[in-house]
């Protein structure tokens, strides 16, 4: 297995970061296999979305409208509804697997790979890419 490890710079404010270039590097030249991204955080996700045109915004903007910045989080440590932050990786999960083929990611043509993290309070993400071959 080929692996790395990488920190994404998120600014402490809710974002979400195409990955898919930075896969694609890592990838190339490994012919067919599976990747797998994995974020080891509780209060961020990956995703394989359409980026660009508006759809980074709006799903920004749709999770705060699912999730709530209020006082209803039992947990509330943290910027106000930040328990909301806890509960977004069960819709949003912390890996997903693309497969590859000949060295290039099997995405569909307006898939992209993304970091999804809604948490103002941290600033850093760490991202791991693995790749089995096979």
């Known amino acids: 297995m080929k692996s790395r490890q990488f920190t994404v710079e998120t600014g402490g404010r809710p974002v979400v970061v195409d990955l898919t270039a930075e896969a694609a590097a890592f990838v190339a030249g490994e012919g067919d296999g599976l990747l797998s991204v994995f974020v080891p955080h509780a209060t961020a996700g990956v995703a394989i979305v359409e980026t ?3 759809s980074d915004r709006d799903l ?3 999770l705060a409208t699912l999730f709530p910045r209020d006082e209803r989080w039992t947990h ?5 509804g930040h328990g909301a932050d806890h509960v977004i990786p069960a819709f949003i999960a912390p890996s997903t697997t693309i497969p590859v083929v000949a060295g ?3 995405l569909g043509t307006w898939q ?3 970091l999804v993290d809604p ?4 600033r850093n993400r760490t991202v791991r890419f693995s790749f089995v071959s096979g």
Do not use: F, Q, Y
Not at 119 to 122: A, G, K, L
């Open 119 to 122: 948490n103002d309070d941290n």
């Open 112 to 114: 992209s790979i993304v």
């Open 104 to 106: 290039e990611l099997a």
């Open 60 to 62: 920004i903007d749709h």
């Open 76 to 80: 509330r440590h943290g910027s106000p």
């Open 52 to 54: 660009g045109w508006g």
